[in-house]
T-cell receptor, first 111, second 116 residues
């Protein structure tokens, strides 16, 4: 079956620190990979995605590269801000549109 | 353009009561989904509707029913609520069709349900 494993949190950082959240996956077929973000009290919104091996998704200073050889899609940001405090979810989708989510990683950035 | 809307935002039920969660989207999307979010478990798919007129079970369908009322609306019904159904419920929609695995889902703000 399809599954996603992501780094457990919570993660607490100072402003301008480097953020990495690890994500690995297991999938049948050729999945698309996603990072969704959930800000406090809100629904999820797409942060970035990659649809094939070696693609790099990027948005709002965040980046993630689809690594087929290591079945990974790690999220990185070089300099976090307080406004980046949120829960981050790694997810995958195969041909049937359904998303399989990781457990989520709570990130808190302190000023 | 409101995107995906859900009602109500909060609800408290007693065990055995029934209720319907409403969801609507204004993006002309073909596919719609219901998820539940529980601490430490990410989001789990309850039911989905790939297109108007079709519905299918997801990962955790027991205790729920759904209705795809039209292309815009997809409701989730709890016939006899149980404390195990205390959760945050999210509706989502996506274009579906030929987008395949690259399909992006758009989420509503959620309904926080407590069953006593």
């Amino acid at each position: 079956g399809n599954s996603v494993t992501q780094m457990e949190g919570p993660v607490t950082l100072s402003e301008e620190a480097f953020l990495t959240i690890n994500c690995t996956y297991t999938a049948t077929g050729y999945p698309s990979l996603f990072w969704y973000v959930q800000y406090p009290g809100e629904g999820l919104q797409l942060l970035l995605k990659a649809t094939k091996a070696d693609d790099k998704g990027s948005n709002k200073g965040f980046e993630a590269t689809y690594r087929k050889e290591t079945t990974s899609f790690h999220l990185e940001k070089g300099s976090v801000q307080v406004s980046d405090s949120a829960v981050y979810f790694c997810a995958l989708s195969v041909w049937d549109y359904k998303l399989s989510f990781g457990a989520g990683t709570t990130v808190t950035v302190r000023a | 353009n409101a995107g995906v809307t859900q009602t109500p935002k909060f609800q408290v039920l007693k065990t055995g009561q029934s209720m319907t969660l409403q969801c609507a989207q204004d993006m002309n999307h073909n596919s719609m989904y219901w998820y539940r979010q529980d601490p430490g478990m990410g989001l789990r798919l309850i039911y989905y509707s790939a297109s108007e007129g079709t519905t299918d079970k997801g990962e955790v369908p027991n205790g729920y029913n759904v209705s795809r009322l039209n292309k815009r609306e997809f409701s989730l019904r709890l016939e006899s609520a149980a404390p195990s159904q205390t959760s945050v419920y999210f509706c989502a929609s996506s274009a579906g069709g030929l987008t395949g695995a690259a399909d992006t889902q758009y989420f509503g703000p959620g309904t926080r349900l407590t069953v006593l």
